[in-house]
């Protein structure tokens, strides 16, 4: 009897993360549809954001999160796969326990912690080793924002390249391939799915980081410029719904517009999540033929 | 001829293989000076500033002054707060994912739906809090909302980990129980559950400090600027040290410098103290573990 009531509290528990989900998509909707009825679509995506004059052109923000994903992920990539690739193939078990919990550490520092470091440390150098006007720019933000997504793409990258067999790479030995070459064209292959999820996460958690670049990138809700955009100030879609909804009336077109550009940013992060999730579903069952 | 030309390719092959590894080291070396720099930057000019008069004192001289005890204990308040909701209804999830989820389309949707909420920025989760407990359910700008809006974010980490540190306890162990007559939860609450429990508090650990250390969802759900008293009841609005080290570090002019850096110092022990026991339970459970 106990049994049963336990067991249907325990399968309500289960549910729960659907319910949760349509519930915050919900309430995202709720919030953010009115905006198509007050601001015209082709209001919506032109190149000024200035909403005190009703100006809600949301595309220098698109540009923004944009620009600094793509510097940040390109800073984290190599960085994230090396680390991964010394700690799962080259590093004696010894440095690897020091290693580990180093990478966790990275993973637990609050981004308003490292925001701060970027404004009384990163900005500050930046602004004196380039000779800008401000330290506060794109750049500035990728670098942090690179510290942020590091520890995901390693520990995800780590595992797929110890779930790759141990005979691949004997067989690899055997044949007289270096272990240098075993680890580019045999062991990271053999890893691609999951490698690729790595990626994929961190280019998520980038994209969705909020205090950490609204602190550091100077606030300028300002169009891309080509390749000089990389030192200026910018804003991404994050940062100005951190920045403004604290100011704007409930019910008012500007905050529809901000739970709009939350929308948006969910149904990125979502599309990111479920095709990372089909690639490592692929990888395991990659390894499973395998074995 | 052709013996020499193969001895000069191993050698190239050879100097690759050490110019690999030399990068490899490097790079990985560079990936994790960041992690100690920062750490050691906040404690030697943070260090000075800790007095006991600094942890348990009010701000005075709008913050300029004093000392930051509002802020450590909403942190503390909000922390529990999260656990309250996160933690009963997050191992249940995972029991039920782990113990009793049948191989269907909707145990497959509860996985998408997981994989989903893991990937939701943070700033997102803050519109969602403010659209559904504070305005929708009314509970205002508060403790109460800020703690469920961070347990809905906790909750993906601390299902997956639940699930994870279930099934690694062999399916022996369940047949054992099963055959000495005990009811699937018998089994479950007396043997499985104990077992699982060193990975099932190092998750939970592990999503609590995420949330401690986040201020984009409480931004609009329960933070505020400024409280001349302690919050007296789960409906009032508190002050976080995270949030509190954002206004300080971005919005307060003539912000002493050694506050500035006293207050990240105090939220990165705080974070690090959690991180470390997590790390410290996970790997006594796994020296220690007799199968």
Same mark, same amino acid.
């Given at each position: +009897?106990?049994?049963?009531?336990?067991?249907?509290?325990?399968?309500?528990?289960?549910?729960?993360?659907?319910?949760?989900?349509?519930?915050?998509?919900?309430?995202?909707?709720?919030?953010?549809?009115?905006?198509?009825?007050?601001?015209?679509?082709?209001?919506? $995506?032109?190149?000024?954001?200035?909403?005190?004059?009703?100006?809600? %052109?949301?595309?220098?923000?698109?540009?923004?999160?944009?620009?600094?994903? $793509?510097?940040?992920?390109?800073?984290?990539?190599?960085?994230?796969?090396?680390?991964?690739?010394?700690?799962?193939?080259?590093?004696?078990?010894?440095?690897?326990?020091?290693?580990?919990?180093?990478?966790?550490?990275?993973?637990?520092?609050?981004?308003?912690?490292? %925001?701060?470091?970027?404004?009384?440390?990163?900005?500050?150098?930046?602004?004196?080793?380039?000779?800008?006007?401000?330290?506060?720019?794109?750049?500035?933000?990728?670098?942090?924002?690179?510290?942020?997504?590091?520890?995901?793409?390693?520990?995800?990258?780590?595992?797929?390249?110890?779930?790759?067999?141990?005979?691949?790479?004997?067989?690899?030995?055997?044949?007289?391939?270096?272990? @240098?070459?075993?680890? @580019?064209?045999?062991?990271?292959?053999?890893?691609?799915?999951?490698?690729?999820?790595?990626?994929?996460?961190?280019?998520?958690?980038?994209?969705?980081?909020?205090?950490?670049?609204?602190?550091?990138?100077?606030?300028?809700?300002?169009?891309?410029?080509?390749?000089?955009?990389?030192?200026?100030?910018?804003?991404? +879609?994050?940062?100005?719904?951190?920045?403004?909804?604290?100011?704007?009336?409930?019910?008012?077109?500007?905050? /529809?517009?901000?739970?709009?550009?939350?929308?948006?940013?969910?149904?990125?992060?979502?599309?990111?999540?479920?095709?990372?999730?089909?690639?490592?579903?692929?990888?395991?069952?990659?390894?499973?033929?395998?074995? | 001829?052709?013996?020499?030309?193969?001895?000069?390719?191993?050698?190239?092959?050879?100097?690759?293989?050490?110019?690999?590894?030399?990068?490899?080291?490097?790079?990985?070396?560079?990936?994790?000076?960041?992690?100690?720099?920062?750490?050691?930057?906040?404690?030697?000019?943070?260090?000075?500033?800790?007095? @006991?008069?600094?942890?348990?004192?009010?701000?005075?001289?709008?913050?300029?002054?004093?000392?930051?005890?509002?802020?450590?204990?909403?942190?503390?308040?909000?922390?529990?707060?999260?656990?309250? $909701?996160?933690?009963?209804?997050?191992?249940?999830?995972?029991?039920?994912?782990?113990?009793?989820?049948?191989?269907?389309?909707?145990?497959?949707?509860?996985?998408?739906?997981?994989? *989903?909420?893991?990937?939701?920025?943070?700033?997102?989760?803050?519109?969602?809090?403010?659209? +559904?407990?504070?305005?929708?359910?009314?509970?205002?700008?508060?403790?109460?909302?800020? *703690?469920?809006?961070?347990?809905?974010?906790?909750?993906?980490?601390?299902? *997956?980990?639940?699930?994870?540190?279930?099934?690694?306890?062999?399916?022996? $162990?369940?047949?054992?129980?099963?055959?000495?007559?005990?009811?699937? @939860?018998?089994?479950?609450?007396?043997?499985?559950?104990?077992?699982?429990?060193?990975?099932?508090?190092?998750?939970?650990?592990?999503?609590?400090?995420?949330?401690?250390?986040?201020?984009?969802?409480?931004?609009?759900?329960?933070?505020?600027?400024?409280?001349? /008293?302690?919050?007296?009841?789960?409906?009032?609005?508190?002050?976080?040290l995270p949030y509190h080290i954002f206004v300080i570090s971005t919005q307060v002019p003539g912000m002493p410098l050694q506050i500035q850096f006293g207050s990240v110092l105090v939220l990165l022990v705080f974070v690090l103290v959690m991180n470390l026991s997590a790390t410290t339970i996970r790997t006594r459970a796994r020296r220690n573990r007799q199968w």
């Amino acid at each position: +009897m106990k049994d049963k009531v336990i067991t249907r509290i325990i399968k309500i528990a289960g549910f729960s993360s659907i319910i949760i989900v349509l519930m915050i998509f919900y309430f995202l909707l709720k919030e953010g549809l009115p905006t198509l009825g007050e601001v015209a679509l082709s209001d919506l $995506f032109t190149t000024r954001w200035y909403p005190i004059e009703d100006y809600f %052109g949301i595309l220098p923000l698109f540009s923004g999160s944009l620009l600094v994903t $793509f510097i940040s992920i390109a800073i984290a990539l190599p960085f994230g796969i090396g680390t991964a690739v010394y700690i799962a193939e080259i590093a004696p078990a010894r440095v690897k326990e020091i290693l580990k919990p180093l990478i966790e550490i990275l993973a637990g520092i609050p981004s308003v912690v490292l %925001g701060f470091i970027g404004i009384v440390f990163l900005s500050p150098t930046l602004r004196e080793t380039f000779n800008l006007p401000t330290g506060l720019t794109a750049f500035t933000g990728a670098l942090l924002l690179a510290l942020i997504s590091v520890p995901t793409i390693v520990s995800v990258a780590e595992d797929a390249l110890n779930a790759v067999p141990q005979s691949y790479r004997e067989a690899s030995y055997a044949l007289g391939v270096t272990r @240098w070459q075993t680890i @580019w064209q045999v062991t990271l292959p053999a890893a691609r799915s999951g490698v690729i999820t790595a990626v994929m996460l961190g280019i998520s958690r980038t994209l969705g980081e909020t205090m950490a670049v609204m602190m550091v990138t100077g606030n300028a809700p300002t169009m891309l410029q080509g390749i000089q955009s990389i030192f200026k100030p910018t804003r991404t +879609m994050t940062a100005t719904i951190a920045s403004e909804m604290g100011e704007v009336a409930s019910g008012s077109t500007h905050y /529809h517009v901000l739970f709009f550009i939350g929308i948006v940013l969910f149904l990125f992060s979502l599309i990111i999540n479920i095709i990372s999730s089909h690639f490592s579903e692929k990888n395991r069952k990659e390894k499973e033929q395998v074995v | 001829m052709s013996n020499q030309s193969s001895h000069t390719a191993t050698q190239v092959r050879k100097a690759k293989d050490g110019i690999g590894y030399t990068l490899i080291h490097i790079i990985s070396f560079f990936t994790l000076l960041p992690v100690l720099g920062i750490i050691f930057y906040i404690v030697a000019n943070g260090a000075p500033t800790i007095t @006991w008069d600094f942890l348990t004192s009010m701000p005075t001289d709008g913050m300029r002054a004093g000392g930051i005890l509002p802020a450590i204990v909403g942190t503390l308040y909000l922390t529990i707060g999260t656990a309250v $909701f996160s933690v009963p209804l997050g191992v249940a999830a995972g029991i039920y994912l782990a113990e009793y989820a049948p191989q269907n389309i909707w145990t497959r949707f509860i996985r998408i739906a997981i994989i *989903s909420l893991a990937g939701i920025p943070s700033v997102v989760y803050g519109l969602f809090g403010l659209g +559904m407990f504070v305005l929708f359910l009314k509970l205002g700008n508060s403790i109460l909302a800020a *703690s469920l809006t961070l347990s809905i974010m906790t909750l993906p980490t601390i299902i *997956s980990t639940t699930e994870e540190a279930l099934r690694v306890v062999p399916e022996r $162990f369940r047949v054992v129980c099963a055959s000495l007559g005990a009811s699937k @939860w018998q089994g479950i609450r007396k043997i499985i559950l104990p077992e699982a429990m060193p990975g099932i508090l190092t998750g939970v650990i592990l999503g609590l400090e995420r949330a401690a250390g986040e201020t984009a969802p409480i931004l609009f759900t329960g933070a505020t600027f400024f409280l001349p /008293h302690l919050p007296s009841s789960p409906l009032d609005a508190t002050m976080a040290l995270p949030y509190h080290i954002f206004v300080i570090s971005t919005q307060v002019p003539g912000m002493p410098l050694q506050i500035q850096f006293g207050s990240v110092l105090v939220l990165l022990v705080f974070v690090l103290v959690m991180n470390l026991s997590a790390t410290t339970i996970r790997t006594r459970a796994r020296r220690n573990r007799q199968w």
